[in-house]
């Protein structure tokens, strides 16, 4: 492994010293979105979100995901039954 020189060294510190690492609205990685998500929601659905994914060690997107597919198979089979 190459070995970085001392110029280089102060470099990558004074660079990393004055990296802008504010978090930018939008910019977020997947648990800024779930949190939004969750946010948008009412008190009550995201406490059952919330606390159907603890329980099921699931990302409350995953949860989500489930719920919706759940319905999406009910109309399904509510549109085949006429």
Do not use: C
């Amino acid at each position: 492994m190459a070995r970085m020189t001392e110029e280089e060294a102060h470099a990558l510190d004074e660079a990393i010293t004055n990296a802008d690492i504010t978090l930018k609205p939008g910019k977020g990685g997947m648990f800024i979105r779930q949190r939004e998500l969750l946010d948008a929601l009412d008190r009550p659905s995201a406490d059952y979100i919330m606390t159907r994914a603890m329980a099921t060690n699931k990302m409350p997107l995953q949860i989500l995901g489930e719920l919706v597919h759940e319905q999406i198979i009910q109309n399904k089979e509510a549109l085949a039954q006429g």
